[in-house]
């Protein structure tokens, strides 16, 4: 069955950076973007970016545009967040989700979600 | 951006009983030239990752049970369930991936009367 896992989160000092990871398994990889959605507490869900099937697309949330770099590696049947310069509004559950195509455009929904993996920016 | 208003924010709903979950986008969300709405429902159970419900604004993702529908086109849309059971509680959330950012409603509570 589809499996995502996050981890790497954890607690940071603002401006400092920290990477996320996430593995797949359970769907042929390298067929379907990746997601990365974030939750603070309490509050709505918030997309953060997306990156192709290949990795040659990604797009991102204004709010962390310049500052975050999607990444994936399909050899690995994995996908990564690189958070620079991190801000205390950058606390959150950091999910990670499967799309339901290559979503070459950016246009795509989540199908599956990992159980998300908890970045707390705190001096 | 597309901004998705839910309705209401919070929801009590007697068991075996209609519960509806309204959402409205800012803009249409109907993509004239394959007439679909980019619009996805997402239910989230305490403690857990959301959970796809609808995609297309009425297709429902495999393993959603019959009782869960999907509605509406261009701007507004419905979530409905028609026997609300006692594992149905959870926030709602929609969704629109029509254009980027991707961007949520702010979720909709929906508890046992």
């Known amino acids: 069955q589809v499996q995502v896992v996050e981890s790497g989160g954890g607690v940071v000092q603002p401006g400092r950076s920290l990477r996320l990871s996430c593995a797949a398994s359970g769907f042929t990889f390298s067929d379907y973007a990746m997601h990365w959605v974030r939750q603070a507490p309490g509050k709505r869900l918030e997309w953060v970016a997306v990156?192709?099937?290949?990795?040659?697309?990604?797009y991102y949330a204004d709010s962390v545009k310049g500052r975050f770099t999607i990444s994936r590696d399909n050899s690995k049947n994995m996908v990564y967040l690189q958070m620079n310069s991190l801000r205390a509004e950058d606390t959150a559950l950091y999910y990670c989700?499967?799309?339901?195509?290559?979503?070459?455009?950016?246009?795509?929904?989540?199908?599956?979600w990992g159980q998300g993996t908890l970045v707390t920016v705190s001096s | 951006d597309i901004v998705m208003t839910q309705s209401p924010d919070s929801l009590a709903v007697s068991l075996g009983e209609r519960a509806t979950v309204n959402c409205k986008s800012s803009?249409?969300?109907?993509?004239?030239?394959?007439?679909?709405?980019?619009l996805a429902w997402y239910q989230q159970t305490p403690g857990q990752p959301p959970k796809l419900l609808f995609y297309w604004a009425s297709t429902r993702h495999s393993g959603v049970p019959d009782r869960f529908r999907g509605s509406g086109s261009g701007a507004d849309f419905t979530l409905t369930i028609s026997s609300l059971q006692p594992e149905d509680v959870a926030v709602y959330y929609c969704?629109?991936?029509?254009?980027?950012?991707?961007?949520f409603g702010q979720g909709t509570r929906l508890e046992i009367k």
């Open positions: 989700a499967k799309s339901n195509g290559y979503c070459t455009n950016g246009l795509c929904y989540a199908n599956y």
């Open positions: 990156m192709s099937y290949d990795g040659t697309k990604e």
């Open positions: 969704q629109q991936y029509y254009s980027i950012p991707s961007t």
């Open positions: 803009q249409s969300v109907l993509n004239s030239s394959n007439n679909k709405n980019y």
